[in-house]
C-alpha cells in the first residue's frame, strides 16, 4: 500500500535533511505504529504519505514514495485525500460543519453526492463510531473523545484505504483513550484499511495489537519490528521513548524474555518470571530512604467551591482542597469533569457562585484577573488560546515586558526558558512554523518566564515525546524544590504517579478522592468513576499475585527516582 524507497525530504530555507534514506513498507490492511521523539521526523514522514508535503510544506525530494500506485508529489492533493484519510491531533482545527451531521455529510458534499443517498452514508458512518445521537449537536461542543469520533466518521465515509491518526489520544482522558484505541482496532476488523497511528503514549497503544512498530529517530529509521520485539529490545529507550512501565519493571528484575511470546499478554508471565520480580521487590524495597519533605505549608486554599455555566446545572459543586508550599498536586478526572474550570476559577478568568479562594491565608475573591496573575501562572490546554505574537521570543517576553523587567534581564531570562522547554534551536523562528506540541513549550515558557507562586498547568505533557517530557518535569520538579507550588491537570497517568506528591479526582464536578496517587490508581472504584486507568505496575503486581498493588506501585515509582 506504501511504499519509501530511499526517500529523503528537505524543507526549503532549512540546511538539513528533515528526513533521510528512508526505506519503509507498509502493507495492505496493516495497522502500523509510528514512534519517536519530538524533531525525529515522525509528523514530516505522516505529512508526506497525506499530501502535505509538498503542496502545504514545500521541500526537496529525493528518491520514492508510492501510496496504492500512484507518487503523492506528482498527483493533486485532492487525489492524495481520496486515497489517504487524515485524523488530525487538534479536531477543532478539523470540523467544517455546524453541527455532527453536517460534518461528517462534507465529504459526500464534495462529490456532489444525492442528499438522500448522503444522509444514508452519514447515519451509516456515524453508527460505526458510536455516535448517531449527536448527529444535530455542534462538534464543539463534544467531549475530546466525542470529537475524536466524528473526525474518525468523517473520514470513514470516503473510500480512503489509508487512514493515519496523529496523536489520537492527545488530549483524551485514560478510558476514552482506551475506547478510541478499541474503535480503531474493530474498524481496523470491520473495514481491513490500512491504518497508521502517531503517537508518544505508547503504552496506552500498544494495549491494541500491531502488525509493526516504526522507530524514528533524527530523520531515520532506526527499527522496524512487530511490538513483542521492541518491546523486549531496548530501542525505545536508546531513542528517548517511554517503554511501558510493567516492560520498565520487569527489565529492572532481569526477568527472561526469551520465555515470553508476547510481552503484551500480563496474564501469560512465566513462573520465573514472576519469582524474578518477587525477589527483586522485596531486596531491593529494603534499600530504598525516600527523603520526607515538609511540604505542610498551606500556600492555596479552596473551601466549599460551587460554579455553574448557565444558573442550572453546576460544572462544580462545593469542590474543597487546600496546595501546600513546594507540592505538586494533581487534577485528574474524565473529560468534562471541571478540571479546566475548577482552574479557570482559581486564576479569576470565571467567578465562582459559592465559596472562597485563600492565597496565603488571604482572601483572594475580590482580586482582579491581572493581580492574581503576578501569583498564579496559568498555562491553558489549547496553546493557539494563548499565543498572541507572531515570534517565539517576542510571546515569551510580553510578560516581562508588562512587569517592567529590562532589555537585558529579558533576553537571559528567555535564554533560560528555552533551553528548559527544549525551544532554544527555534528561538528565532516564527510560531506558525511550530507544531503543536511545540506551541504548547512556548506557552509554558511564557508563564515560568515570570516565577509565580503558584503555576497551574493544564495538559503540560500533551504531545511531548520522553526526553522533553522528562527535562520539563525535572524542571518543575526543582521549582517545586524551591518553594514554588504546582497544580497539574493531566490525563497522564504515568506523569502523576512519577512526578505528583498528591492527586485530588474530580467526576462530575465533585471531588471524590484526595490522596498519594499510587493509593487512587490502584483503586477500582475511583478509576471507574472518573475515567481514569489502572497503572499497568498494579495489573502486574496482580498477574504475579502479590497481595498489596499499591505498595509494588510505590515501591517502582521511588526505586526510579
Avoid at 187 to 196: D, G, M, R, S, W
Avoid at 436 to 456: E, F, H, M
Wanted: overall charge negative.
Amino acid at each position: 500500500m506504501i511504499s519509501f524507497k530511499n526517500f529523503s525530504f528537505k524543507y526549503n530555507n532549512v540546511v538539513d535533511k528533515t528526513l533521510k534514506n528512508i526505506d519503509v513498507t507498509i502493507n495492505k490492511g496493516e495497522k502500523v505504529l509510528i514512534v519517536g521523539p519530538s524533531g525525529s521526523g515522525k509528523s514530516t514522514l505522516s505529512h508526506c504519505i497525506n499530501g502535505l508535503i509538498p503542496f502545504s510544506y514545500s521541500g526537496e525530494i529525493e528518491g520514492e514514495l508510492i501510496i496504492d500506485n500512484i507518487k503523492p508529489y506528482e498527483e493533486s492533493l485532492s487525489d492524495i485525500s481520496k486515497k489517504v484519510g487524515t485524523i488530525m491531533q487538534d479536531q477543532d482545527s478539523q470540523f467544517i460543519g455546524l453541527s455532527v451531521g453536517e460534518d461528517v455529510a462534507f465529504n459526500f458534499e464534495n462529490n456532489a453526492m444525492p442528499i438522500n443517498e448522503m444522509k444514508v452514508k452519514v447515519v451509516n458512518a456515524l453508527e460505526l463510531v458510536n455516535m448517531n445521537d449527536f448527529i444535530n449537536s455542534s462538534p464543539y461542543e463534544l467531549s475530546g473523545g466525542q470529537k475524536q469520533r466524528v473526525s474518525l466518521a468523517g473520514v470513514l465515509g470516503s473510500d480512503a484505504q489509508v487512514l493515519l491518526f496523529d496523536e489520537p489520544l492527545a488530549n483524551l482522558d485514560p478510558a476514552s483513550g482506551k475506547e478510541i484505541m478499541e474503535l480503531i482496532n474493530n474498524i481496523h476488523k470491520k473495514t481491513n484499511k490500512t491504518i497508521i497511528i502517531v503517537e508518544h503514549r505508547i503504552e496506552d497503544v500498544l494495549e491494541q495489537p500491531f502488525d509493526k512498530v516504526i522507530v524514528i529517530n533524527k530523520g531515520e529509521v532506526k527499527a522496524v519490528g512487530t511490538p513483542n520485539n521492541i518491546l523486549k529490545s531496548d530501542i525505545l529507550e536508546e531513542n528517548g521513548l517511554r517503554e511501558p512501565l510493567y516492560v520498565s519493571a520487569m527489565k529492572y528484575a532481569n526477568c527472561n524474555f526469551e520465555n515470553i511470546n508476547d510481552l503484551r499478554d500480563l496474564n501469560n508471565i512465566s513462573e520465573d518470571s514472576k519469582e524474578n520480580i518477587k525477589n527483586w521487590f522485596h531486596n531491593e524495597s529494603k534499600n530504598i530512604s525516600i527523603k520526607n519533605n515538609n511540604k505542610e505549608e498551606k500556600i492555596l486554599e479552596i473551601k466549599n467551591l460551587t460554579f455553574s455555566h448557565d444558573k442550572v446545572k453546576n460544572t462544580l459543586e462545593n469542590v474543597s482542597f487546600s496546595l501546600n508550599k513546594g507540592e505538586i498536586l494533581g487534577v485528574l478526572g474524565n473529560n468534562g469533569a471541571g478540571k479546566s474550570t475548577l482552574c479557570r476559577v482559581i486564576t479569576g478568568i470565571l467567578k465562582c457562585k459559592e465559596g472562597n479562594i485563600f492565597l496565603n491565608n488571604e482572601c483572594i475573591d475580590s482580586w482582579s484577573i491581572k493581580k492574581r496573575g503576578s501569583s498564579i501562572g496559568y498555562v491553558m490546554q489549547n496553546p493557539n488560546q494563548m499565543i498572541s505574537q507572531h515570534m517565539i521570543k517576542d510571546e515569551i517576553a510580553l510578560g516581562l515586558k508588562c512587569r517592567g523587567y529590562s532589555k537585558e534581564e529579558i533576553d537571559t531570562k528567555i535564554e533560560e526558558v528555552l533551553k528548559i522547554c527544549g525551544l532554544y534551536p527555534y528561538r528565532n523562528w516564527p510560531i506558525n512554523a511550530l507544531s503543536y506540541g511545540q506551541k504548547k513549550r512556548v506557552t509554558i515558557a511564557s508563564i515560568l518566564a515570570i516565577n509565580p507562586d503558584v503555576i497551574i498547568l493544564d495538559e503540560p505533557t500533551a504531545g511531548q515525546d520522553h526526553k522533553h517530557y522528562t527535562e520539563f518535569m525535572e524542571f518543575i520538579k526543582s521549582l517545586s524544590e524551591k518553594g514554588i507550588s504546582i497544580i497539574l491537570i493531566t490525563h497522564d497517568m504515568q506523569l502523576t504517579l512519577e512526578y505528583c506528591d498528591r492527586a485530588v479526582v474530580l467526576s462530575n464536578g465533585k471531588k471524590i478522592a484526595d490522596d498519594k496517587p499510587s493509593c487512587i490508581l490502584t483503586d477500582k472504584n475511583i478509576i471507574k468513576q472518573a475515567n481514569l486507568k489502572e497503572t499497568s505496575l498494579s495489573t502486574l503486581a496482580k498477574a504475579i499475585g502479590m497481595e498489596n498493588p499499591n505498595d509494588f506501585v510505590q515501591f517502582f515509582i521511588d526505586y526510579e527516582r
